[in-house]
């Protein structure tokens, strides 16, 4: 019985030895294996300025160039679909596309059946101040500028905040509601309080778990360069409000 | 308050206690028995937590955790129970306390029964959706790492300190004739199937076969309600009265044959009937007997006999001896 057991446990731990030698996790649909064989990686944009976004008809932003940079590494080329959020995940159940990208956060209600990357970028809602100015420590009657449509504005109003919503916020004085690579883009201050505070992440299909490894590898150590492009973007002055609006 | 202060608080507490409750050398393994039980909680926390942490969309791990979860019942039971069942009986509680362990017993088989039916069907219901399971990645010093292999060293943590504990327990349980300890100690010789069970999950998981995670968990969750069945069916018994077996539920207890045929070798009883019934892990004793002759000298006798019958089985607590005009 004992001796029994023993040969058990040995024989297990061969076989977990002879597993890890031999490249684990792998794709249940072999995706990886694909893209790299027929040299196309399908991949999914939301359009989330300035995550991703649409310029002539071409995706742009950091996420977009980051999924390109990732096909070349591989050696494929990115095969694009635009659509909104839901139909990519739906497309993802399929296997239709490989990934989906632009600014989804860990929350997306439908990442829990699928492939949801590691969170590779959490991004922080704050009032900020102007340079050489702070927030001040209650907001009680302050006036605060947020974009249009923002969750931070009924936030700001229970707080006793005057609330201003402007189309374009970097233009606006004083304090302004927004996330931590705006704020740090316009040179502002942030405040201590925490408005909203969102995960980033990329999705993959269920199951492709070679893939989604790849992927978060990838991402991980790309999470930099996105967010320094981000803030270049706050930078610049491109306010992201809503979506589909054409600024150009 | 300081530890020092506690323990003087709890024995004082302890003060009830029937002193004569446990034989010497029985306290001194019931006190060893306690200590393991404490260590096994502390342990199990520890496996609990670390499995909680890479828990991921693994339905295996999430069966292995729920496994380790309930083994919580059984140590917590025995050090309950073991501080209770030996209170001295008092007017409320005339028969004693010693019942505790049993409705401890019986709770504990329910909630194994339950968990494992309803994790088991969710398992399966996985299986029929055909659901992908996915394990990504998480940070370990600056490297992004597959989540499975810190499931596997997390499951090999729930699996081998398990075992051991469990080898230690078990000659304990048998020499206290002690239950939930039993039980306990089956429990932890276990646990290193269910680890397995969860690792190949995982494992075949990262070999890309999806079912495997579905089918581990159910086979884990097959073996908990089986737990659940085996021990809600003896704690029944035990609440029934049945005749008393041994400890692993094999075989008939012996000692209501021997008190028999002690009574039988009486020069004095013409004939007994013996029930034994057991009160958690004690026996009481119910003798209907029938004397040769009826004399003045009978109550001593009968008394005699009782103290003689006790001395059959320290396990033994209560012997009630009736004398009667004939069997019924």
């Given amino acids: 019985m004992r001796g029994a057991r023993r040969v058990g446990v040995l024989l297990f731990g061969w076989l977990a030895l002879l597993l890890g030698a031999c490249g684990l996790p792998r794709d249940t649909h072999g995706t990886q294996e694909r893209i790299v064989r027929d040299g196309v990686l399908r991949a999914g944009l939301v359009r989330h300025e300035p995550w991703t976004g649409l310029q002539d008809g071409k995706p742009t932003g950091p996420e977009a160039e980051a999924v390109a940079k990732l096909a070349e590494q591989l050696g494929a080329r990115v095969s694009w679909t635009v659509a909104p959020e839901a139909e990519l995940m739906h497309a993802l159940e399929e296997r239709a596309v490989d990934v989906v990208v632009g600014g989804i956060t860990a929350k997306s209600p439908w990442v829990k059946q699928l492939g949801a990357g590691q969170p590779y970028l959490t991004t922080r809602m704050h009032v900020g101040a102007p340079p050489g100015q702070t927030v001040p420590e209650s907001l009680e009657g302050a006036s605060v500028s947020v974009a249009p449509g923002s969750g931070a504005g009924p936030r700001l109003q229970a707080w006793g905040a005057r609330v201003r919503e402007v189309e374009r916020l970097h233009e606006a004085p004083g304090l302004r509601a927004a996330w931590d690579w705006q704020l740090d883009g316009w040179g502002y201050a942030a405040g201590e309080d925490v408005l909203r505070e969102e995960q980033r992440i990329w999705v993959v299909p269920a199951g492709e778990n070679r893939w989604l490894l790849t992927v978060d590898r990838f991402v991980v150590d790309h999470a930099e360069p996105i967010r320094r492009r981000l803030l270049a973007s706050a930078r610049a002055g491109e306010t992201p409000t809503a979506p589909d609006e054409d600024r150009r | 308050m300081s530890w020092r202060q506690r323990r003087r608080r709890a024995g004082h507490a302890r003060g009830p206690v029937d002193p004569e409750d446990l034989p010497d050398d029985k306290r001194r393994l019931l006190k060893r028995a306690q200590r393991l039980e404490a260590w096994s909680l502390a342990y199990l926390a520890s496996a609990i937590v670390v499995i909680y942490l890479t828990l991921g969309a693994s339905q295996a791990m999430k069966a292995a955790w729920l496994e380790d979860l309930l083994s919580l019942i059984p140590p917590i039971s025995f050090l309950v129970g073991s501080k209770v069942a030996h ?72 699996a081998i300190p398990s075992v051991l504990l469990g080898r230690a327990k078990l000659p304990l349980a048998e020499s206290l004739h002690d239950k939930v300890l039993h039980a306990d100690a089956l429990m932890n010789k276990a646990d290193w199937l269910t680890a397995v069970a969860a690792m190949l999950g995982v494992l075949g998981i990262g070999m890309g076969w999806w079912w495997a995670d579905a089918v581990a968990a159910g086979v884990i969750a097959l073996d908990i309600a089986w737990d659940g069945q085996r021990h809600l069916r003896t704690a029944l018994g035990d609440l029934m009265d049945r005749t008393p077996r041994t400890l692993d539920s094999k075989h008939a207890e012996p000692l209501p044959r021997r008190i028999h045929e002690a009574l039988c070798g009486l020069d004095w009883v013409e004939a007994a009937q013996v029930r034994v019934r057991e009160d958690g892990h004690v026996f009481c004793a119910d003798v209907r007997l029938v004397p040769k002759e009826r004399g003045p000298e009978l109550v001593t006798r009968l008394g005699n006999a009782a103290a003689d019958l006790k001395r059959l089985d320290w396990r033994l607590r209560d012997v009630l001896l009736v004398p009667v005009d004939r069997l019924g």
């Fill in chain 2, 87 to 158: 209170r001295k009986p008092s007017a409320e509680y005339p028969y004693g306390y010693h019942r505790a362990v049993t409705v401890a017993y019986l709770v504990g088989s329910v909630a194994l029964l339950f968990m494992g039916t309803w994790l088991f069907v969710e398992s399966a219901l996985k299986l029929v959706r055909a659901e992908y399971p996915s394990i990504g990645t998480t940070q370990l010093f600056g490297h992004t790492l597959w989540m499975g292999w810190l499931m596997l060293a997390a499951l090999l943590w729930s």
